[in-house]
C-alpha cells in the first residue's frame, strides 16, 4: 500500500462569486505530491504548475498566499495534461490519499469531472486527513491546526519554504513519517463528493470508538428520518440494533438529531444524525459510540429542555389565534 500525499492550490473568481463558474468554483493551478511506501518511507514526488482556463486572472487573496504569478501560470500545461500525467504517476498499486485537511480530495475530483477524465480512486473513496488525525492523537479529534503550526510542535525542520503545493505535501509527508501512524490508522475519512445513490452503496464504517453510517440522498430531511436505514441505532459493540420508538430528537440546530438507546448488554448507546447539502437533496451522517451514565443523564436532560420549549412554544402560538 503506497500513501499519496498531496496539496494542490487553487484560485478562485477574482470578480466574486457573480462571476463565478458554479461547476468549477476553485480551479486547480499547482498539485504537489510526495509518494510514500507501506513503510512510509519517500520513494517519489511529483510537482508540476497548471495553466487555468477558467479563471485567468488571479483572485487578490491568491496573490497573498501563493508566490505564483499570471505569467508563470500562462506558460503552465492546462489541467487535462497534468492531471493525466498525475494519475500515471500515482499507478497501478494500492494506494491511499493523504492530505491536510478535508478539501483536496473533493476539488480534485471536481477538477477531473469537469475535464471529464476518468479516474478510479476507490468507491467509497477513503482518505487520510492527517490534520484530523493530528487532533486525535494530540488533542480532541475536534480541533484543527495549522500545518506550519504542526511542523513546529513535531520540531521538524523548515527547510524548504512553505505555501507551493509541493511545499505542503513535502511537510505533510513529514507530519505523517513523525506522528505514531499506526495509532490513528483506522481513523479513514470518507470522500463526499461522490455520495450513495442508492441502499445497497449507503457507507457502514466501523472505528475503534465509534461507527459511521453515510445514507444516500434524499430529497429532504423528513424523507431521510423516515428511513429506517438512517434511524437505526445499533450497538457499536455487538453490532445488535436496539428497538425503541421516538429514538431521535431534533436539537434545534438546523439538521443535528441525538438519540439515546440501551444495548441490553453493553449499556448506553448514543447516536448522532447530521443531516449535509447535497446535490438533489440531502444526506445523513450518522455517527454512534457507547455513552457513559452522564452523557446519558445529559442527554435526556437536553431532549427534556427541548421538549419543555416546544410546548411554551405551542401554548404561545394558541393564545396569538
Ligand atoms: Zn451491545
Known sequence: MNYIVFDLEWNQSPGGKAHENPRMPFEIIEIGAVKLNDRRRKVDTFSEVVRPLVYHKLHFRMKEVVPLSEEELSRARTFSRVARDFIKWIGDEEFRFVTWGNLDV????????????????????L?????????????????????EDAVDILKIEKDIPFHRAYDDAYYTA?????????????????????????REEEINLDFPTYSKFVSRVF????????DKGVTLLACP?????????????STGSSGVYLGLVKCPRHGYVKGKIRMKPAPGGEFAVRTVKLASEEDAQRIRERREQ????HRRERRRTKAKK
Open 106 to 125: 473533493m476539488e480534485l475530483q471536481r477538477n477531473l469531472d469537469y475535464y471529464r477524465i476518468g479516474y478510479d480512486f476507490g468507491k467509497p473513496l
Open 306 to 309: 427541548l421538549q419543555e420549549k
Open 237 to 249: 459493540k455487538c453490532k445488535m440494533p436496539v428497538w425503541r420508538k421516538q429514538k431521535w430528537f
Open 174 to 198: 513529514k507530519v505523517m513519517q513523525k506522528i505514531d501512524f499506526k495509532a490513528v490508522r483506522d481513523y479513514l475519512s470518507v470522500d463526499y463528493y461522490h455520495l450513495p445513490q442508492t
Open 219 to 226: 430529497p429532504d430531511k423528513v424523507a431521510a428520518m423516515n
Open 127 to 147: 482518505y487520510y486527513d492527517l490534520q484530523k488525525l493530528y487532533s486525535i492523537l494530540n488533542d480532541d479529534g475536534k480541533s484543527r491546526l495549522a500545518l
